[in-house]
Nanobody, 125 residues
């Protein structure tokens, strides 16, 4: 069964760091392109970061302008886990963060075949 499970969200002060994880079934993790999206209350789900992996290496990683230089996407192949390291967090980063796998079109749009249930990240000012 395809499954994505996020964890690691929480409450942090502005300027702090958090790392969220996305645990995937082996079948899901074999997908080459995986991504992170987020959704704040009253807003549409927006792209955060995506990465394409092939042969155990990251062929490319792309980030939304709003998080570039502060967030890092990576994955731990041994644990079938995708990670999002978030540094220098800002109150505007507050949202539910979702991982996704297997885009149906462009990686940028929230049209993926598989989604996790989301994890809340709250950044206080």
């Amino acid at each position: 069964q395809v499954q994505l499970v996020e964890s690691g969200g929480g409450l942090v002060h502005a300027g702090g760091s958090l790392r969220v994880s996305c645990s995937a079934s082996e079948r899901t993790f074999s997908r080459s392109t995986m991504a992170w999206f987020r959704q704040a209350p009253g807003k549409e789900r927006e792209f955060v970061a995506a990465a394409y992996w092939s042969g155990g290496t990251t062929n490319y990683a792309v980030y939304a302008d709003s998080v570039k230089g502060r967030f890092t996407i990576s994955r731990d192949n041994a644990k079938n886990t995708m990670l999002l390291q978030m540094d220098s967090l800002r109150p505007e980063d507050t949202a539910v963060y979702y991982c996704a796998a297997d885009p149906l079109g462009s990686y940028y749009y929230p049209q993926y075949q598989y989604w996790g249930q989301g994890t809340q990240v709250t950044v206080s000012s």
